[in-house]
């Protein structure tokens, strides 16, 4: 549970949540979309890339370009080498087998979070890489897997950081500073590569929390901050700078969408 109080300490704002219902928190600062921002040219509802013609490593929704929206310095955060993909806008309604309903629009994983797919399976979930990476997923004596982990809040970035022996990390990123959250807790998912036999269905997900200084916003002021000033008024800010934040901080991000390695392009 510590992974999950890290999250819920940058929360600025108390959630009422409902499964599969998204809920807005609302204090004084505004709602952050949890689809605002842009890598390349992306389409943020449906997650879809469209490679541009200048510099097509650049522009395209790379794991890669994804990190780079929350750190400048690539040996703080990565993607272990594992990692082909990562859909944030994971487009099934993941319940357990048994629970499965007549309702054929539901695609049911059993009660696992990490599941072996086969290579043709993989456009079902992430279709953008299968259109990228086209028969280079297919490698002998390899498996591949749906990593699915839970998005604690919107928006909330997703990296998963380690595959080991039995075990898989997922990195939680969160904007550094004040800032509201939209609540909808759905699963996110990673496509894996193993070729190691390092994991399978009964594998271990542990999580951990980074807080970014590039996706970086404005701090609260102090109690006594608040009194040192004039009468407060609409003209008077809550809120200051976060020295924490690096000089090249944005406060936008495209958190979700689909994302694949770059290398899947060769």
Same mark, same amino acid.
């Given at each position: 549970?510590?992974?999950?109080?890290?999250?819920?300490?940058?929360?600025?704002?108390?959630?009422?949540?409902?499964?599969?219902?998204?809920?807005?928190?609302?204090?004084?600062?505004?709602?952050?979309?949890?689809?605002?921002?842009?890598?390349?040219?992306?389409?943020?509802?449906?997650?879809?890339?469209?490679?541009?013609?200048?510099?097509?490593?650049?522009?395209?929704?790379?794991?890669?370009?994804? &990190? =780079?929206?929350?750190?400048? +310095?690539?040996?703080? $955060?990565?993607?272990?080498?594992?990692?082909?993909? @990562?859909? %944030?806008?994971?487009?099934?309604?993941?319940?357990?087998?048994?629970?499965?309903?007549?309702?054929?629009?539901?695609?049911?994983?059993?009660?696992?979070?990490?599941?072996?797919?086969?290579?043709?399976?993989?456009?079902?979930?992430?279709?953008?890489?299968?259109?990228?990476?086209?028969?280079?997923?297919?490698?002998?004596?390899?498996?591949?897997?749906?990593?699915?982990?839970?998005?604690?809040?919107?928006?909330?970035?997703?990296?998963?950081?380690?595959?080991?022996?039995?075990?898989?990390?997922?990195?939680?990123?969160?904007?550094?500073?004040?800032?509201?959250?939209?609540?909808?807790?759905?699963? &996110? =998912?990673?496509?894996?590569? +193993?070729?190691?036999? $390092?994991?399978?269905?009964?594998?271990?997900?542990? @999580?951990? %929390?980074?807080?970014?200084?590039?996706?970086?916003?404005?701090?609260?002021?102090?109690?006594?901050?608040?009194?040192?000033?004039?009468?407060?008024?609409?003209?008077?800010?809550?809120?200051?700078?976060?020295?924490?934040?690096?000089?090249?901080?944005?406060?936008?991000?495209?958190?979700?969408?689909?994302?694949?390695?770059?290398?899947?392009?060769?």
């Amino acid at each position: 549970m510590q992974n999950k109080n890290f999250i819920a300490a940058r929360f600025a704002a108390i959630c009422s949540v409902s499964v599969l219902a998204f809920v807005a928190c609302t204090n004084n600062s505004t709602v952050a979309a949890d689809m605002e921002g842009s890598v390349g040219d992306i389409n943020q509802q449906t997650g879809n890339t469209k490679i541009l013609n200048e510099d097509p490593v650049l522009k395209i929704a790379s794991l890669e370009n994804y &990190v =780079a929206q929350f750190t400048d +310095d690539p040996n703080e $955060l990565s993607f272990d080498s594992h990692v082909l993909a @990562y859909n %944030g806008n994971f487009p099934r309604i993941v319940i357990p087998q048994d629970s499965l309903n007549a309702n054929p629009n539901i695609i049911a994983f059993d009660n696992s979070p990490i599941t072996e797919i086969t290579t043709s399976e993989v456009a079902k979930y992430f279709p953008n890489t299968a259109e990228v990476a086209g028969n280079r997923l297919n490698q002998e004596n390899c498996k591949l897997y749906i990593v699915q982990a839970n998005d604690a809040a919107q928006p909330t970035g997703h990296i998963l950081t380690k595959v080991s022996q039995g075990q898989v990390e997922v990195t939680e990123v969160v904007r550094g500073g004040f800032y509201a959250v939209t609540c909808a807790f759905f699963p &996110v =998912a990673f496509l894996v590569q +193993d070729c190691e036999g $390092l994991i399978d269905r009964n594998s271990q997900i542990t @999580y951990k %929390g980074f807080t970014s200084r590039t996706w970086c916003g404005d701090i609260m002021k102090s109690d006594d901050e608040l009194m040192a000033g004039d009468s407060l008024g609409l003209e008077q800010s809550f809120y200051k700078p976060n020295p924490n934040c690096a000089a090249n901080a944005h406060t936008d991000v495209s958190a979700y969408g689909e994302w694949f390695r770059a290398d899947l392009m060769k």
